[in-house]
């Protein structure tokens, strides 16, 4: 049902406390688990980037006849640029230690946001 096993993704996702309405920016989505996860659950917006378009238009297919708030673009982490308090929470899994130079690009990003804004990187 998720990209990863669904106990690895409800246990890092649970540490966010996230509530219904809060956007979620996933960096690396793959097919989009985490983000289902997150918009069913605790109802919130979703928006899942990858560079790989086999994997957003999976994540796509996927998203078909669901009725949760879930978006997916193909896009990179390292130049992708968003309005300023766009996210509520950046959530990534296993793709940030594979790109130096986004690190820096999202707590930059982060820095923007309002004081109640959450970011978990693993």
Excluded: W
């Amino acid at each position: 049902m998720y990209h990863y096993p669904p106990e690895t993704t409800k246990e890092f996702v649970d540490k966010l406390d996230l509530k219904p309405g809060q956007k979620v920016l996933d960096v690396g989505c793959g097919i989009g688990g985490g983000d289902f996860y997150m918009a069913e659950k605790y109802g919130t917006h979703a928006v899942g980037i990858d560079l790989s378009i086999n994997m957003i238009l999976f994540a796509l297919e996927r998203s078909i006849g669901r009725k949760c708030s879930v978006e997916f673009e193909v896009a990179d982490c390292t130049t992708k640029t968003y309005p300023d308090h766009m996210f509520d929470v950046i959530y990534s899994r296993d793709t940030i230690i594979h790109i130096q130079v986004c690190f820096t690009h999202i707590m930059h990003v982060v820095f923007f946001f309002q004081d109640d804004s959450y970011i978990l990187i693993i």
